[in-house]
């Protein structure tokens, strides 16, 4: 029924199954939307937010999936800048990938504040010295390029194709994309970084304040580093399961391998900065401030030792070893391992430069404070996967997404 | 964000801050409007009306 | 020499002495009352009161007999900051909070706060406050709201303000009669004049004066978090050492350390 609307020469599921898919996957989003509803019209109460954890889940869920969304400019800087040529052929997929977090996070972001319809506020009386400033500026303008990246994809639909005015503008923003790549990793470097300066320049709390260069703390630094290395390997992790769901190959190994490898390297470097930032913070910065590491890791239910172990080395060094090796990166399996990891390892990062500065008591005499989200939290984090996986669904059945798609999946 | 809103002080922080700003929203837009009056003069020109299976005169991505 | 002190920036700030704190709550009462503070019918979860000004309840973890107990009122501390930046003044994205250089006051202006929370991350003493409902009084109460403060709406942040209401009427009030300067006792704090201990004084820490100028200068004075370099202009004193160091973190190897601080939790 919808034959029309799909690019030539692929295969796709019947259109029953595909609206079937929609109608599932469509209930938890208007799960979601309900809860978000709610927190609009009732207010912040709807959330087992306090004043402890002013910053919460949605905080927790902006920096993850903004990180994760990181393959969309890292891809796009390797593939414009540096001229990796081979990367255009999962470009388009990282660049939805990324159109879908960064959406999410503006979404959550507006659930978040208790004033949304102040939510300008934060553009027009800027404080330009705020990390949060920096952070709402670059990610509205770097959203922008990512609809500016994803517009061509959707006038490249066979129907919209046909109009001569679509295909020329779609034809013409094709040819400078390079320039709105740059500028979109340009965008991506200040807000991935000040996204890490958001608790970093934080010196009332010795668990997330680090020292720096000029104004940026380190963890503006590492923040931008860890989304380069880990955003490619969610676009990995996305590219498979969605193999594994469309049962086809869609991106060829070569490509894979490549961005594995790239991220591989970042991952590795990342860890050894990573490790000498920890160390530098567990010995000369929080000592300074009165604070045995131990302090942040004992005496509390959640956050003990295994969670550093985890971020650090089981997530962060463990698959990096593995993308490095030829070996390691042919093989599927331990491929999946390690781009699984390597995202766990990104988001377990955010999680604890949010929640676990949250939790540890500055004051000598105050407590621990724990947290564990409202079903109202969850749905309305939940709801931009459900959002994601429709978009997703839609543009892959409708859009030439992957170029490599008909060559790997020949129609006979 | 703009001068004349009060709390806007002429010191090297907004200068920058702002600076960085303004450029990077002055490419986006002057590219989309270059992208937008270019594809209407093209169409104008009788660029683009191709039928879909054959391969793109321009030599863009599109359909290669 | 008075002249000069009047056009000298001022810098408003508080010596608490906790030896004469009682714990009796009435600072807590009179912010509330004076400021138009929301409160709920169920309180219970102290995470969720709005308390500008609360006391905290300290021990030194000793066993019986030597058991102490030291209460600790906090207000804001009206943070200077040590690079020019007080914690939670220059994380504000929308310039809603800000550091007056006239008075050393930190402000908060509610129309302009979006509720985004990020001060409340960075303020360690937790002196700052969301407000998750909307304020609801029981009825009648309104009316003994006071008019010299605004309530504040669902959704925004707020916190102690040194009652600046009560700055600006003795200000307004100097202007009309040709002065130029403030006494003493013409701006106090609500929670000050409440304290039946005289725990509390406030005054013009840059006021030679002032008994603050004095009071904060003793050997026992100390500030909460010192080491952070939030710079906060609420000074405490206590005779006693572990009260002292109760204010800061110190390493438990560290030289004079005479407290475990993992027991002072509760
Ligand atoms: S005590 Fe907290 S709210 Fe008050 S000035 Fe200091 S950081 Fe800001
Ligand atoms: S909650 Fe309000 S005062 Fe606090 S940082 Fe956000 S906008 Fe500023």
């Keep these: 029924m919808d034959s029309a609307l799909i690019p030539k020469g692929v295969r796709r599921c019947p259109l029953g199954h595909f609206v079937l898919f929609l109608a599932v996957v469509g209930a938890v989003l208007l799960w979601g939307v309900f809860a978000m509803v709610l927190c609009w019209i009732k207010g912040l109460n709807q959330t087992n937010m306090n004043d402890y954890y002013g910053f919460a889940l949605w905080i927790w869920a902006d920096l993850a ?116 790549a740059a500028t979109g990793a340009f965008l991506s ?133 593995i993308l490095i090796t030829e070996r390691g990166r042919k093989n599927k399996t331990s491929l999946v391992v390690a781009v699984v990891l390597a995202s766990i390892g990104v988001s377990l990062n955010r999680w604890v430069m949010v929640l676990q500065v949250m939790a540890v008591p500055v004051m000598s005499f105050d407590n621990w404070a724990m947290y564990f989200p409202s079903w109202q939290e969850i749905a309305t984090t939940i709801l931009p996967v459900a959002y994601g996986i429709i978009l997703i669904g839609i543009s892959h059945r409708y859009l030439p997404i992957f170029p490599q798609e008909k060559e790997l999946n020949p129609v006979d | ?62 359909h290669h | 020499m008075k002249k000069e002190h009047e056009h000298k920036a001022k810098k408003y700030g508080m010596v608490i002495d906790l030896d004469k704190c009682t714990g009796c709550g009435a600072c807590m009462v009179a912010c509330m009352a004076e400021n138009n503070v929301p409160f709920r019918a169920d309180e219970t979860d102290k995470l969720l009161s709005i308390t500008w000004m609360r006391v905290y309840k300290l ?58 929370r990020y001060c409340m991350a960075a303020c360690p003493y937790h002196a700052r406050y969301f407000n998750w409902w909307d304020p609801v009084w029981p009825e009648g109460m309104e009316k003994y709201l006071s008019p010299n403060v605004s309530p504040r709406m669902r959704g925004i942040v707020e916190k102690c303000s040194f009652c600046f209401h009560r700055y600006q009427l003795a200000m307004e009030k100097a202007h009309y009669e040709g002065r130029h300067g403030l006494e003493e006792d013409e701006y106090q704090t609500s929670c000050t004049q409440a304290c039946p201990a005289g725990a509390i004084t406030f005054g013009d820490l840059n006021n030679p004066h002032h008994a603050v100028y004095k009071l904060k200068k003793s050997e026992n004075a100390f500030r909460l978090l010192e080491r952070l370099g939030t710079n906060p202009k609420v000074y405490y004193t206590s005779s006693r050492k572990w009260v002292r160091q109760a204010g800061d973190n110190y390493l438990r190897d560290e030289k004079d350390n005479v407290i475990d601080k993992s027991k002072f939790r509760n």
């Excluded at chain 1, 891809?75 to 052929?89: A, S, V």
């Excluded at chain 1, 879908?100 to 027009?124: H, K, N, T, V």
């Excluded at chain 1, 500026?137 to 990246?149: K, P, Q």
Aim: hydrophobic fraction near 45%.
């Design chain 1, 189 to 321: 470097f200040f807000h991935q970084g000040s996204l890490g300066g958001v608790t970093g320049v934080l010196f009332g709390r010795p668990f997330g304040f680090r020292e720096g260069v000029f104004i940026w703390p380190w963890t503006f630094f590492l923040f931008t580093w860890s989304a380069a290395a880990c955003g490619p390997c969610f676009t990995i992790l996305v590219t498979k399961i969605t193999e594994a769901v469309t049962k086809k190959k869609l991106v060829k190994d070569n490509v894979i391998e490549l961005l594995a490898k790239i991220s591989g390297w970042m991952l590795l470097t990342y860890f050894v900065a990573k490790t000498i930032d920890t160390w530098y913070w567990a010995s000369v910065t929080a000592p300074s401030m009165g604070f045995f590491l131990s302090d942040f890791y004992t005496g509390n239910p959640l956050y003990g030792w295994w969670i550093l172990v985890t971020e650090i080395v089981v997530c962060g060094l463990v698959p990096a070893l």
């Design chain 2, 1 to 62: 964000m703009f001068p004349f809103i009060f709390e806007w002080i002429w010191d090297m922080s907004h200068i920058v801050f702002m600076g960085g700003l303004w450029y990077a929203l002055n490419i986006i837009g002057i590219g989309m409007t270059y992208c937008i009056i270019k594809a209407v003069v093209d169409t104008y020109q009788g660029k683009g009306g191709h039928h879909h299976d054959e391969a793109c005169e321009c030599g863009c991505d599109n």
């Design chain 3, 59 to 116: 021990t030194n973890a000793m066993p019986f007999p030597k058991t102490e107990i030291c209460y600790l009122p906090r207000p804001c501390m009206h943070c200077e900051g040590s690079h020019g930046h007080s914690p939670c003044v220059s994380v504000c994205p929308a310039t809603a909070t800000d550091y007056s250089e006239a008075t050393g006051i930190v402000s908060q202006i509610y129309t302009r706060c979006f509720g985004c």
């Design chain 1, 65 to 180: 999936v903004i990180a994760l969304g990181g393959g969309a400019f890292f891809t796009g800087f390797l593939r414009y800048i540096i001229g990796k040529d081979e990367l255009k052929n999962i470009i388009n997929y990282a660049v939805l990938i990324g159109f879908i977090c960064y959406s999410s996070a503006l979404l959550i972001l507006a659930i978040d504040i208790g004033q949304p319809l102040r939510g300008w506020f934060i553009f027009w009386h800027a404080n330009v010295h705020s990390m949060l400033t920096e952070v709402a500026f670059c990610l509205s303008c770097y959203f922008a390029v990512l609809t500016i990246e994803y517009i061509p994809l959707i006038l490249e639909n066979r129907q919209a194709d046909k109009v001569p005015f679509f295909h020329n503008l779609s034809h013409n923003m094709h040819e400078i994309m390079a320039v709105f």
